[in-house]
């Protein structure tokens, strides 16, 4: 996965990619960060929205076959702790499809 078109081919059903959500909640994962995250300090870019929830794939801006899904809280500010949002997968793309499969039960 190198490619934002191949991540968008490859999104398993429930996961959608609209630009207007996408800059939202981008905006709510920096907001969210705390010191001490595992995003804190690092370049991501949400990609993608999982439909009915708040989670959110990450892609690493310096290492483009690293994924990370997070639920935002949508606090509107800093979360307390470094535990928060919560990091649901960290990994490459197939780590991502992986842990999709499991929450699906599939």
Known sequence: MTDTGSVARSLPDGWFIDDDQLVRAQAELARELPPGHLLSGRSVRVVAIRDGTDDVLCRHVDDHARFTVIHLSWLG?????????????????????RYERAFLGA
Request: aromatic share 10%; net charge negative.
């Open 77 to 97: 500010r800093e979360e307390l702790d470094a535990h928060h949002p919560t990091v649901e997968v960290d990994g490459d793309f197939d780590a991502f499809l």
